[in-house]
């Protein structure tokens, strides 16, 4: 590499030696935990069924700059030969992107957006029919321990595959043209 001909200031080479690496880890990482949820969740279109109860529910959010959005998280129990298991997961694939919602004892200015917020209401409303419901389990016959309430494909995963993927090319295609320049 030829670092003595480097013409770029204090900024770009910052973006360049800390920030597209981050920008670009993050990317992939986008593109790869949608390609896992969506396997997964086709996964899922093949497990078998029980009934099980939904033991507890609570409602999550996530915001969106000054957007909040809402979530019922179910636990639930169910019998697989005779055997108990407990889990949480609505699709096969919550679990790659649990940490996006947070819970509603970290939610900031409470009393204001819950009273605007209609899908508030609506989620509030669902938890208090929600406990002790039965309730149809999709479980892997080969894992009990993996199972959902929603065993088909949420259309919201193809979003984290595809601007993974968009985001994660732009870059590699930037970082390689850099590199090329510097090689020369």
């Known amino acids: 590499m030829n670092f003595e001909n480097w013409e770029y200031g204090v900024i770009p080479t910052v973006f360049i030696c800390v920030l597209l690496p981050l920008f670009l880890y993050y990317s992939y990482w986008l593109f790869i935990s949608g390609i896992i949820g969506l396997h ?31 979530r019922l998280k179910k636990t639930y129990n169910y019998v697989v030969d005779e055997v108990e298991y407990e889990s949480n997961q609505t699709y096969a694939s919550d679990y790659l992107f649990e940490k996006e919602y947070k819970s509603l ?17 609506q989620t509030e409303k669902e938890k208090e029919i929600q406990t002790e419901r039965k309730i149809t389990v999709y479980y892997d016959k080969n894992n009990p321990k993996r199972s959902c309430l929603i065993n088909k494909i949420n259309s919201h995963i193809y979003l984290p595959i595809f601007m993974g993927l968009f985001f994660g090319l732009v870059l590699t295609i930037f970082a390689l043209k850099l590199i090329g320049n510097l090689t020369e």
């Open 40 to 70: 997964r969740m086709e996964e899922s279109t093949r497990w078998k069924y029980c009934i099980g109860e939904v033991k507890n529910a609570e409602i999550k959010y996530m915001s969106f700059s000054e957007d909040y959005r809402f």
């Open 105 to 121: 004892g970290q939610f900031p200015k409470i009393d204001e957006i819950f009273l605007k917020s209609n899908q508030f209401i």
